[in-house]
């Protein structure tokens, strides 16, 4: 009769044991490494994608690649670290385009004003976080417009992406309409959307990149993007500097231009998208009890809080829990020993990162669409059985990307949702924290009228 010998309970725990409690949730470390390895690859997309995105805001495109990789390294790390949650945190998508195509587009700020915004968000999401105030914040928006502000800016994710691609254009007479898709760009970007769709379908992990990268090589074989001639050019890239964008954030500039417009809305948008896949991720993990209770909650909103104040100190913007640590969690990723991975990888991407400059515009362009598809699945947690209730959503939904502003979509639904239960009869359904931010709106609206 043989008698297995027990390999765990003699040895003392180990390090990253101690550390990550991993005995305690019942994984290991190669389990955890592997988890954080398939995150970064499905994750890792954000450094073709946010750099482009800021780029337009006029943020220089190597300090944007060297922002986002820092600050995903250092928020990343914080979360794995302190709050101990197998979850990346990176600059958000929707956030990124509200800070480029909206605070420095539509409104024309520089985006050392913008980044002064970011900082002051992140500060603001500090206090309501350490003070409790988000628990009462969030119960006071209705789930129905939780849900339409996430389908609305999936639809401006996916607005941004077919115009950079050239899908659409825009039109005298019809406002938008399809563009020259024969061109080499648009093709190519349709391709791409289609590779990485059945990519995605196919549930290949790092879909995502393995499309930006597949539609960038057939740029260069269509001679649309510029080939690296040899070797010698490769080797000639230099690391890209943080420094044109380090600490360039103007404070005062974006407390001047007042904090209703754009450092409440990044606080907002910012609240909602963290708390909503932080929920997700950890009830995937198994991290939540019966009773909803998750360990460390409090450490990871924070860790999400202070790394918005050290995206806004590198240069780039709002960071956020990311759904895509799903896939590292479906690999059995428990522990911050994952979100360690992931930070280290990013932190070695850094080497690649002067390649990243090649991929084009076009390249990146299928990814923001069907990350706006993703986020169009919120609709079916979207109500439109009680008139009072569908409105609002509606008008959260569809004026983010026709008003090509997150903000404007956010003020339509509150202020239509106040109103359409007040005069209906049901005060009783509308607290007094959603009559202060559609008040809020209101002023908002005012001062840019005058």
């Known amino acids: 009769m043989s008698t297995k010998v027990s390999t ?24 955890e490494i592997l988890a954080g390895v398939t995150t970064f690859v499905a994750l890792a997309y954000i450094i073709f994608v946010n ?3 800021l780029a337009d805001a006029g943020i220089p495109k190597e300090a944007a690649i060297a922002s986002t990789i820092y600050a995903t390294v250092v928020a990343t790390l914080l979360m794995g670290l302190w709050a101990n949650f197998p979850i990346a945190v990176a600059p958000g998508m929707g956030l990124n385009a509200f800070f480029a195509y909206y605070v420095c587009g539509v409104l024309g700020l520089p985006w050392q004003t913008a980044l002064g915004a970011v900082f002051f968000s ?15 914040i969030i119960k006071a928006v209705p789930m129905n417009l939780k849900s339409a502000i996430g389908v609305g800016i999936g639809l401006f994710i996916a607005f941004i992406g077919l115009k950079n691609a050239g899908i659409i ?23 791409g959307m289609i590779l990485t769709a059945v990519l995605i379908a196919r549930n290949v992990k790092g879909a995502m990149l393995i499309g930006i990268l597949g539609t960038t ?15 010698a050019d490769i080797m000639s890239f230099t690391l890209p500097s943080v420094g044109p964008t380090l600490l360039q954030l103007n404070i005062a500039g974006a407390w001047q231009y007042g904090i209703f417009s754009i450092i409440f809305t990044f606080t907002i948008v910012e609240l909602f998208d963290n708390m909503g896949t932080l929920i997700g991720l950890t009830r995937k993990a198994n991290l939540m009890d019966d009773q909803g209770n998750i360990e460390n909650i409090d450490r990871a909103l924070t860790t999400d809080a202070v790394g918005t104040l050290f995206s806004a100190i590198f240069g780039t ?3 956020t829990s990311y759904v895509e640590s799903a896939a590292g969690i479906a690999e059995g990723g428990k ?7 992931v930070s280290a990888l990013f932190l070695i991407s850094l080497v690649f990162a002067p390649l990243i400059g090649i991929v084009p515009g076009f390249a990146t362009a299928p990814a923001l669409i069907l990350v ?13 059985d009680d008139f009072t209730d569908g409105v609002p959503a509606f008008l959260t939904v569809i004026m983010m990307p026709l008003t090509f502003s997150i903000a404007n979509g956010f003020a339509f639904g509150f202020i239509s949702y106040t109103f359409l239960k007040s005069l209906t009869g049901r005060f009783k359904e509308v607290s007094i924290f959603m009559w202060l931010i559609s008040f809020a709106f209101l002023i908002n609206f005012y001062m840019r009228l005058h």
């Open 51 to 53: 750099p482009n995105i």
């Open 335 to 341: 522990t911050g020993l994952t979100a360690l991975t």
């Open 8 to 31: 765990s309970a003699p040895v003392e725990k180990g390090l990253m044991d101690k550390l990550f409690h991993l005995s305690a949730k019942g994984t290991d470390v190669k389990t």
């Open 317 to 319: 913007s709002t960071v």
């Open 169 to 191: 254009i825009a039109d005298k007479a019809t406002f938008v309409a399809v563009g020259h898709l024969t061109a080499p760009e648009p093709f190519l970007a349709c391709i």
């Open 372 to 384: 706006g598809a993703m986020m169009l699945a919120e609709i079916k947690h979207v109500s439109f």
């Open 122 to 136: 992140g500060l603001l999401f500090l206090v309501l976080t350490l003070g409790g105030v988000r628990q009462a």
């Open 217 to 231: 090589l057939l740029g260069m074989i269509a001679g649309v993007v510029t080939i690296p001639k040899g070797i």
